[in-house]
């Protein structure tokens, strides 16, 4: 399986996001993880359409490959904000059901701004839409704490759902033969990675484990290596 490690820049310097975008990619970052709150929908507020049009241009490695902006919504309502961030240059836009009066209109609108569209559960939230928009979903993104804050404790009853969510990705799999992304965010260390890849996922968000450390390439590399070591 392929594993992907997602910095998340809510715990980056915010005085030099683009120094510290360029530093995390150089540091093997495989995309952007972007954390969008709007003392509503959660009670914290942080970046909007105009940091990602100006981070944008710095999320591109040393040989000129481009790294994927994976926005993170945390806002209600969604659409306006999901077409906002489209236009700004998010790759994949990511947003909670509970947050959308209309699940599968937003997630239409998504992929109509031409992006990955994904669905963000959190640690209380059963997976139940899926059985009806799986056939629109890009990423599907597991909650390991509740949203609103970098530096949160891991959530163990997160493994069991990402479980879930790998049987209903590899079912899809075959029925449609798309490949579906099953990305975990909060509380993500050196330590639990493996864990949560043994349970199915491939992508890894990981905020204040990162950027909380002088040498982001020395923690990354320790990641890889535990997600080298993991069962599958
Ligand atoms: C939480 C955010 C996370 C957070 C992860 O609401 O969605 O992406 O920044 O930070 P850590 O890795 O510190 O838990
Ligand atoms: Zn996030």
Not at 47 to 71: E, F, M, N, T, Y
Not at 78 to 106: M, N, Q
Not at 136 to 150: A, E, R
Request: aromatic share 6%; glycine share 8%; charged share 20%.
């Amino acid at each position: 399986m392929t594993h992907r490690i997602a910095p998340s820049i809510l715990s980056a310097d915010f005085a030099r996001l683009g120094e510290e975008v360029a530093s995390v990619i150089e540091a093997g970052a495989d995309w952007i993880h972007f954390d969008v709150m709007d003392n509503h929908y959660v009670p914290n507020l942080t970046i909007g359409p105009g940091v990602a049009q100006a981070i944008k241009p710095h999320c591109v490695r040393a040989d000129g490959s481009k790294v994927p902006l994976d926005v993170h919504l945390m806002v209600q309502p969604v659409d306006a904000l999901a077409v906002a961030f489209a236009k700004a240059g998010a790759d994949l836009i990511s947003f909670h059901p509970e947050a959308s009066a209309h699940v599968d209109r937003t997630l239409q609108l998504i992929h109509g701004e031409g992006c990955k569209a994904g669905l963000v559960f959190n640690p209380a939230t059963p997976l139940d839409v899926l059985e009806w928009a799986i056939d629109k979903v890009d990423l599907i993104l597991i909650m390991s704490v509740n949203p609103g804050f970098g530096g949160q404790s891991f959530i163990a009853s997160a493994l069991r759902k990402v479980a879930q969510a790998r049987k209903i990705i590899d079912a899809e799999k075959a029925r449609s033969g798309r490949d579906i992304a099953l990305e975990v965010d909060g509380g993500i260390k050196v330590d639990n990675i493996r864990a949560v890849a043994e349970a199915g996922a491939d992508t890894f968000v990981a905020g204040s484990a990162i950027f909380g450390q002088p040498d982001y390439k020395a923690v990354i590399d320790a990641m890889r290596a535990q997600l080298a070591a993991a069962a599958r």
